[in-house]
């Protein structure tokens, strides 16, 4: 009986001992979870400042800025466990996290390809909020970039496009520098006076308080001729960029502008 005594406090002794040499490591790492909790929280707050200042979509900014706020979050987790000796435990959870990593990116790989494309969008800006885009047979105005997908508002619809899909194919900017080019096409009877007529595009053109000649060329040219008699002259123009129904509403006053002027002076449409 004596013997199972001084077991139970030689025991005790040891568990002492142990927690008075593993204290300073507790307290070191204690110390580690607590700097690295604030250093990851400083630098998320400024990560997310900066990131929503220089993109539009601030889904994507406070996402990425909380993404670094937990990477460095991990590696403060990883020292930690270092500092007290359990660095077995950092090594499984490094190990889990990579197979866990290669079995949801498998599961989820379109979720992923669309994530990693959108990250890259946001950084390289192919076009901005309010845009018009044309891709994958879609034509309108961006209206929102998302984590999976890009918001185009076409014709009253808002249609969802992958960002993977703008990535790997050909994407159409219309605007540049604020400036969008639109176009449409009047068909003359044949034997009409085409020098004319060009003339009288051009001063509408011209006239339009919408349509701008800085920096950019608009133009009115024969383009084409239909077998049944027909001359197409194409019409250019520059506009400022508006909302997409704005845009839509100066074409159609433009166009009503040419057709009313061409009639008043006795042309033949077709």
Not at 71 to 79: A, F, N, P
Not at 105 to 133: H, Q
């Amino acid at each position: 009986m004596e013997n199972f005594f001084q077991d139970v406090i030689n025991h005790l002794e040891g568990y002492y001992n142990s927690i008075v040499d593993l204290t300073p490591k507790f307290i070191l790492a204690i110390l580690v979870i607590l700097i690295s909790w604030f250093i990851a929280s400083r630098v998320g707050i400024f990560a997310g400042n900066r990131l929503k200042a220089r993109m539009h979509d601030r889904l994507l900014a406070t996402f990425i800025a909380r993404l670094i706020k937990s990477v460095l979050l991990i590696i403060g987790i990883l020292i930690m466990f270092r500092i007290i000796g359990l660095e077995g435990v950092a090594t499984s959870m490094l190990a889990g996290a990579g197979i866990s990593a290669f079995v949801i990116g498998f599961a989820l790989k379109d979720i992923g390809e669309n994530f990693l494309a959108g990250i890259l969008l946001a950084f390289k800006r192919p076009f901005n909020i309010g845009d018009i885009i044309e891709s994958n047979g879609v034509k309108g105005e961006v209206i929102n970039l998302n984590l999976r997908d890009t918001e185009i508002k076409s014709d009253s619809k808002i249609i969802y496009i992958p960002n993977a899909l703008l990535i790997k194919n050909t994407l159409i900017n219309y605007n540049s520098e604020g400036f969008l080019l639109q176009t449409f096409t009047v068909g003359l009877e044949y034997g009409s006076d085409y020098t004319r007529a060009i003339e009288l595009i051009k001063e509408v053109l011209g006239n339009s308080e919408e349509v701008t000649d800085k920096d950019h060329e608009n133009a009115a040219v024969i383009t084409d001729v239909a077998a049944a008699g027909v001359i197409h002259l194409n019409i250019r123009y520059w506009i400022k960029t508006g909302p997409y129904n704005e845009n839509s509403e100066c074409r159609s006053k433009i166009i009503a502008a040419v057709l009313k002027k061409l009639k008043e002076n006795e042309f033949v449409l077709k």
